[in-house]
């Protein structure tokens, strides 16, 4: 296990900041070494174009990252090399850039993606694989159980009951019983049409109503294609289980997006939802400071905040702001993956930069966070641009990764079987396909442990009704991490 602490030189780079310190130069840390592994695509002459464009998307040596892996069967807009090269020229707006390549540059591009292809078959399977035995880390030992497989999953919640309900691409919400994937699904969820890319994906996060037990309202995240605008339409939608089917649907709100892997919900002590909308921005042509993440009319890049049946509290900080979406909380966000309050009702988000810049932040009332002015990340592009950090009235992350693990779903712990992780943060990775453990100290980190590693692309984190950690993985494993003993 890797344990990181914020203090002595090191290799590599992980920085620890806050608003009060932003000025303060970014620590070192110290690293475990990571085991080596030959890499026989290192030396092609298209490895460095892909490590600077499409590494950060795809994932080091394409296995995939936010962005699908390239080194699997499944090839979405075809395998041929004018397939290739009609993809890397012309993009898929709104989810892929467009790259301007010289010829010689773009089929040495294609001649690197192949033999990744061929290469990672052979060397990167371990990746899917629960490990077995005790794994022991700095503060807790435990095992990872295997509870359930599912297809294309992408989220979890607990019922009061101690059910799982897991959102699935297919337009389903799957059900854990006893530990026991039931094989009858909850059906009936109205979704026109399945979305293209991201395999498929069309229901995404998953949360309930605070007074659930009383009300029975459970909140879905759904994403469908749109046949104006930016191709995504996101709606928040609510509904019931009843007879075991989805009632009582309401859509809550909706809104054109080009992102597919954000929305994610949490509901804080009072009973109001919170709600991120992405923004990665990597075909943004405009003036940085024109984009859809920093304008208060656009829903895109921004944590929204509103009651429980989709309103705007009159206490939003930009209710009258003339022309301003009244539902915006923060902006200046890039792509949320992970929203989570701790147990003293602070709102945490993690975040996914671009070629570096992954951030954990604070979310504050009315605040900007800078994307794409400010970022500790860089473009995926080939338009050179200097690095902005840092600029006052926007706000710092508490933790800055570079190189970007690709976080995703957090959770804080809030159980008793880990005594020694109580109110700790988890966050779980796509690239590096890791968790992480923090530890905070006053909303700032003091320690990073890495506890697990090389499982599959961790798509959600959370708290079971057991106290133990459970994992939601891309590959649609649904994991335990119990103790040991």
Known sequence: MKRWIVAAAGAGLLMSVTAADAQVPAKAIVRAPAPERSDPTAALPGAKTFNELCAGCHGARAVGAEGPSLSDEYWKHGRADADLEKAIRGGFPPTMAAFDLPAPQVKDLIAYIRTAFVATLVVDRSVQQVPAGVMRTEAADFRVETVAKLAAPYAFVFLPDGRALITEASGVLRVVEKGKLLPQAIEGIPIDKPLNGAAGRRILNIALHPGYARNGWIYLTIAEPSAVGRDVLMRLVRGKIQ???????????????????????????????????????????????????????????????????????????????????????????????????????????????????????????????????????????????????????????????????????????????????????????????????????????????????????????????????????????????????
């Not at 809550?252 to 509901?267: I, K, P, Q, V």
């Not at 921004?302 to 930009?318: E, I, W």
């Not at 159980?415 to 988890?426: I, Y």
């Not at 100290?441 to 590693?453: A, F, I």
Request: with cysteine; hydrophobic share 40%.
């Open 243 to 485: 007879n075991g089917r989805w009632a009582e649907h309401q859509i809550l709100f909706e809104t054109l997006t080009g992102e597919s892997s954000t929305a994610r919900m949490a509901f804080d002590r009072d009973g109001y939802l919170f709600l991120t909308m992405g923004f990665s921005g990597n075909i943004y042509v405009g003036a940085p400071e024109d984009a859809p993440s920093l304008d208060l009319s656009d829903a895109n890049g921004k944590v929204l905040r509103m009651h429980d049946d989709g309103r705007a509290p009159a206490d939003n900080p930009f209710v009258n702001v003339e022309g301003a979406l009244k539902q915006v909380w923060s902006y200046g966000h890039r792509q949320s993956l992970g929203l989570a309050f701790d147990a003293n009702g602070v709102l945490w988000e993690s975040e996914n930069g671009a070629r570096g810049g992954d951030e954990m932040n604070i979310i504050r009332k009315g605040a900007n966070y800078g994307w794409p002015v400010v970022t500790w990340g860089h473009r995926y592009d080939s338009v050179p641009r200097i690095a902005m950090p840092e600029m006052d009235g926007v706000e710092q992350p508490v933790v800055s990764w570079a190189p970007s693990p690709a976080v995703s779903a957090i959770a804080f712990y809030a159980g008793n079987v880990f005594p020694r992780w109580k109110e700790n943060l988890f966050v779980g990775t796509m690239k590096n396909r890791a968790l992480y453990r923090i530890v905070l100290k006053d909303n700032r980190q003091v320690l990073q442990e890495e506890v697990l590693r090389g499982i599959d692309r961790i798509r959600d984190v959370g708290v079971g009704p057991d106290g133990c950690l459970y994992l939601l993985t891309d590959g649609g494993l649904f994991l335990r991490l119990a103790p040991a003993s």
